[in-house]
């Protein structure tokens, strides 16, 4: 079985501070993960996406997030937050036969100038 | 290239009515897939489609629920009857291959539909 949880719901940083949203998975094969973003009244757009390679990856927009085994984790981080990055956030994994994508439940990022 | 678009962006139909939603996936995209978002909850798969076959339909609620993608092209979801409960976000996303980390799942904004 497969699933994702995004330990925050909602998450509030100043303008030029650091953003940190959590995502803790489960997965009984190798997962492949991946996060996207929503923007008001857009589509979900890929942000970055772990395949194996890296632990460490980097995405669009100065986004990063580190894939932790040991620790079930794939959190997403940003040293330095922009007013523009203001949206919500959605955690998947996904593998296994039908490579089905399992979504988090989102984290709305607020950014206070 | 033009992205999944989807059609209409927002829908407020009472109960018991029919609302039918489509989905324009990206040319050449044999994958196609249906998610909802019930407010506040996660996406939820509903059904793939590879070409014009429904490849797994398991995520579909009920029999009131019907998508069809005839040609293999666009999709249409039909509600009918629509209850309550079936208020939400509708997204539509398509890609290439069978989706994963060389293939990613390309999105529509959404239909939101909403019944009163």
């Known amino acids: 079985a497969q699933s994702v949880t995004q330990l925050d719901s909602h998450v509030s940083v100043s303008e030029g501070t650091p953003v940190l949203l959590r995502c803790n998975y489960s997965?009984?094969?190798?997962?492949?993960l991946f996060w996207y973003v929503q923007h008001p009244n857009k589509g979900l757009q890929l942000l970055l996406k772990?395949?194996?390679?890296?632990?460490l990856v980097k995405g669009i927009n100065g986004f990063e997030a580190e894939f932790k085994k040991s620790e079930t984790s794939f959190h997403l981080t940003k040293p330095s937050a922009h007013m523009s990055d203001a949206a919500e956030y959605f955690c998947?994994?996904?593998?296994?036969?039908?490579?089905?994508?399992?979504f988090g439940t989102g984290t709305s990022l607020t950014v206070i100038p | 290239e033009a992205g999944v678009t989807q059609f209409p962006s927002h829908s407020v139909i009472e109960k018991g009515q029919t609302v039918t939603l489509r989905c324009d996936p990206i040319?050449?995209?044999?994958?196609l897939y249906w998610y909802r978002r019930v407010m506040g909850k996660e996406i939820k798969f509903l059904l793939h489609?590879?070409?014009?076959?429904?490849?797994?339909e398991s995520g579909m609620p009920n029999n009131r629920f019907l998508a069809e993608r005839t040609g293999g092209t666009y999709s249409t979801l039909k509600v009918q009857p629509a209850e309550l409960e079936d208020s939400g976000v509708y997204f539509c996303?398509?890609?290439?291959?069978?989706?994963?980390?060389?293939?990613?799942?390309?999105f529509g904004n959404g239909t939101r539909l909403t019944v009163t």
């Open positions: 996303a398509s890609s290439q291959d069978l989706p994963g980390a060389n293939s990613p799942l390309h």
């Open positions: 997965s009984s094969y190798s997962p492949s």
């Open positions: 772990y395949t194996s390679a890296a632990t």
């Open positions: 998947v994994v996904t593998g296994g036969p039908g490579n089905q994508f399992y």
């Open positions: 040319s050449g995209h044999d994958n």
């Open positions: 489609f590879v070409k014009e076959s429904k490849q797994d």
